[in-house]
């Protein structure tokens, strides 16, 4: 199972880190990923992190602004968003794969697996 959380209601040029709790006995067994819908738009790839967990793949729009890492320890994704821009408004989405390549991210929905929940994330201009 996976548990998403961290969303909320900020301003533009404002960071925030999103966390995704996974219950599986070994994370290097999972590439994960953050995905994000906005409204009456499709789900669409954010980040993505290998199972070795140091190989990471970002979309174009928030490369240089977001950061995917794990925390081993704690069995948790993360997503650290800074300069958050209005369009960044949209349900985020954590996901895991397995298996998996070692060392390379995936980035394409339909290879994921399991789903988190979503949170919600709204940035006001």
């Known amino acids: 199972q996976l548990q998403a959380s961290g969303g909320g209601l900020v301003q533009a040029g404002s960071s925030l880190r999103l966390s995704c709790a996974v219950s599986?006995?070994?994370?290097?067994?999972?590439?994960m990923g953050w995905f994000r819908q906005a409204p009456g738009k499709e789900r669409e790839f954010v980040a993505g992190?290998?199972?070795?967990?140091?190989?990471?793949a970002y979309a174009g729009a928030v490369e240089g602004r977001f950061t995917v890492f794990r925390d081993n320890t704690k069995k948790t994704l993360h997503l650290q968003m800074n300069g958050l821009k209005p369009d960044d408004t949209a349900v985020y989405y954590c996901?895991?794969?397995?298996?998996?390549?070692?060392?390379?991210?995936?980035?394409?929905?339909?290879?994921?697996?399991?789903w988190g929940q979503g949170t919600l994330v709204t940035v006001s201009s």
């Open positions: 996901a895991t794969k397995s298996p998996a390549y070692w060392a390379t991210p995936h980035t394409r929905a339909n290879e994921f697996d399991y």
């Open positions: 992190l290998s199972r070795r967990g140091t190989d990471t």
């Open positions: 599986v006995r070994t994370l290097s067994d999972y590439a």
